[in-house]
């Protein structure tokens, strides 16, 4: 990870024109591309047959993965960085950490469980942050599903 090569084959990827607000969007490939929902729904999770439960480990104060990222242009847009935002209706900023909080949920409501452990006073990577705490909950969880 501390290594991480740029580009359009890798991080952060291409991009490809579109007439909707910014006139970008997410591209085929590189790094941040496999995230956007063109490559990658999350929400086949809840219809796996097999529900393993799930540890969600987060840092509260994860400035990328956030209900208020500023790694989100439409975030940008809204608080007035980005000119030309069109609004909410059209593009609304994506409330990341609620979203996977949702599909959580229908997961548990369709038979899984899941446990989500937010770190306080740590970012984006609590494995790197609070090693001794993530390890723990890590090992924990591991040893519960024996």
Same mark, same amino acid.
């Given at each position: 990870m501390l290594t991480t090569k740029t580009g359009i084959d890798n991080y952060p990827g291409d991009a490809r024109v579109v007439e909707a607000w910014?006139?970008?969007a997410p591209g085929g490939r590189g790094v941040l591309n496999t995230m956007s929902p063109d490559h990658f729904d999350t929400t086949a999770?809840? !219809? +796996?047959?097999?529900?393993?439960?799930v540890l969600w480990v987060r840092g509260t104060a994860d400035a990328i993965v956030s209900d208020a990222s500023f790694f !989100? +242009?439409?975030?940008?847009?809204?608080?007035?960085?980005v000119p030309g935002w069109p609004g909410a209706d059209v593009a609304p900023p994506q409330p990341m950490v609620t979203q996977t909080r949702e599909v959580l949920e229908r997961y548990a409501q369709a038979g899984g469980s899941y446990r989500e452990l937010a770190f306080?006073?740590?970012g984006h990577s609590p494995h790197l942050e609070q090693p001794a705490e993530f390890d723990s909950a890590f090992a924990a969880h591991i040893a519960a599903a024996e």
């Open positions: 910014p006139g970008f999770i809840v !219809d +796996l047959p097999s529900k393993p439960p !989100d +242009l439409n975030m940008l847009g809204q608080v007035g960085a306080e006073d740590c």
